[in-house]
């Protein structure tokens, strides 16, 4: 998908959410309308699932929350809360080895920021670990699972290919009382990892691999986050993820597309369970014969150019120092994106923009820094900070009079007057960008040069009079002089070419700016054809820049409070490293999409 054709499609998107989340319940406008929404619909119609909704959430905690699963949150909690529903937060904890209480602690802050409140306590799949071993042993008594003693490489060598169905494991007639054994025996530590492991019994020569008599329980001596040393065995995923849905009683599991093929698996483990026990199991209220298991739903992940999703690449670019952790400002994650300055509701509105549907797509990145832009435009208080400073003297201003500076009173936004008006002191001496000056101006030039006028942005017309220059010819003062008639009015006939930025130089702050950019300069990092992902990174995705000069109105602002620096773009507060002594911005994004033009 092109992104300006689904921005364009969908630039009338719900915008009405709020900066502190509950918003989506706020919000009057109805979440776009999309296949699932359509599946729950009719499923309320029919009365199936008794008129419920309930959806969960099922981070696996072995990384940080990214953009991508902001997509995922923002439909398993957007499409319960309009149903009148529940949406649960559970961890699915079956790999201990990767996982960690860190990445429990950020997933839940990540979803509490983005706005969104799990139903009840949080769950974990390993919290129903007993209950899934029990329901091994039932699929066991049933002949339906076996304890396969293959190697792991002699197992795959069994498995097959997709073009070659697969062949039977030796073990896989073992009798029940063998396999209840050999089981119990593994639960108990008895064997080492890769001795044994418990497959589900279904079809060799399935053309679905995943059928081919899956792993369903591996041996594992390994400590868990949450249960500790209890298990030496780990359930898989697939028989986990189904069975902790059937428990939490969830009507519809929704899922990406790469689950696709994992489905009849899905369908085939509930449905080989014996209901009444699952129902036993579950916090299903509804008596055991209108019990409806859940159904697994496939959407298509988010993908988004100039950046990379996968956990494996986001822990990697942490791990051998590339980014300064998992949430640094170039990082997709959802932390690293609100130290950026991104807004909840801006995040939101985006995942609502991009919208959901079972085809696979990029997204241009320039669509969620729209989002953004959007959302600050309206908000952010406009102030000054010359990121380059040059000085200017004005020749034939006064000098500090004895009662002060002389005060100008600034709007704090050019549409919404209810933010109010900001004091910026004005006197002889004054920071301007030293981008906003060029000697030797070329052709059409807006800004500063000798001999030619600019307006100070809310005060006063000046003129360039004379360059010092250091030793090595860069100028390094402006003498200017200024107009005193010229204050918030061009006199009558007076051509004024441009309007910049300044900030009065004893009052001006010092601040740290940290500018950054994409994270990568190539479109698909992940094309392996341009070769290792980390190659194509962008040497420019952080240029920090020290002693920039900022309006002293900034000098209250919060952690995470953003700003326009006019002319410049919209920046935060870095809600960990500024300090009232020292405070650092973060450029959040440009005013405009600098990179449109060069990405087409
Ligand atoms: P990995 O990168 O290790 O494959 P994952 O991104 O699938 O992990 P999970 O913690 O398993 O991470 O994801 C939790 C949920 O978020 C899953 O339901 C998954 O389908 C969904 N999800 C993950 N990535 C995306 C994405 N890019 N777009 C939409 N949903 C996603
Ligand atoms: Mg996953």
Known sequence: MKSSDTFSANSSANNSTNHNGDAVAGSTAPAPSNFIRHIIE??????KHNGRVQTRFPPEPNGYLHIGHAKSICLNFGVAKSNNGFCNLRFDDTNPEKESQEFINAIKADIEWLGFHWSGEIRYASAYFDALYEFALQLIRAGKAYVCSLSPDQAREYRGTLTTHGTPSPYRNRTVEENIDLFTRMAAGEFAEGVHSLRAKIDMASPNINMRDPVIYRIRHVHHHQTGDKWPI????????????????????????????????????????????????????????????PRQIEFARLNINYTVMSKRKLKELVMQGYVKGWDDPRMPTLSGLRRRGFTSASIRNFCDRVGISRSE?????????????????????????????????????????????????????????????????????????????????????????????????????????????????????????????????????????????????????????????????????????????????????????????????????????????EREGYFCVDRYDSTPEKMVFNRTVTLRDSWAKISS
């Open 234 to 293: 780990y359930p898989m995923y697939d028989y986990a993820h189904c069975i902790s849905d059937a428990m939490e009683c969830i009507t519809h599991s929704l899922c990406t597309l790469e689950f696709e093929d994992h489905r009849p698996l899905y369908d085939w483990i509930l449905q080989n369970l014996d209901i009444a026990t699952l129902h036993r199991a579950s916090d299903s209220k509804e008596g055991v014969e209108s019990y409806v298991l």
């Open 42 to 47: 009719q499923d309320l119609q029919t009365g």
């Open 361 to 565: 797509s990029v997204v241009d990145l320039g669509m969620l820094e729209h989002s953004i832009r959007d959302d600050l435009d309206k908000s952010a208080p406009r102030a000054m900070c010359v990121l380059r400073p040059l000085k200017v003297t004005l020749t034939n201003y006064p000098l500090d009079s004895l009662d002060g500076p002389e005060v100008l009173e600034l709007s704090c936004h050019p549409k919404e007057e209810s933010m109010g008006k900001r004091k910026l002191p004005f006197a002889r001496e004054l920071f301007i960008d030293a981008s906003d000056f060029e000697e030797i101006p070329p052709p059409q030039y807006k800004r500063l040069s000798p001999g030619t006028e600019v307006r100070l942005r809310g005060a006063y017309v000046i003129r360039c009079d004379q360059v010092i220059k250091d030793a090595e010819g860069k100028p390094v003062e402006l003498l200017c002089s200024y107009d005193a008639a010229t204050l918030g009015v061009n006199p009558q006939g007076r051509k004024v070419q441009g309007v910049i930025h300044w900030v009065p130089a004893q009052h001006a702050i010092d601040v740290e700016v940290r500018i950054y950019d994409r994270l990568f300069s190539k479109e698909n990092p992940d094309d392996k054809t341009v070769g290792d992902y980390k190659e194509c990174l962008n040497p420019e995705s952080l240029v920090t820049l020290t002693g920039c000069k900022a309006e002293p109105s900034l000098k209250l602002a919060a952690p995470e409070a953003s700003f326009q620096f």
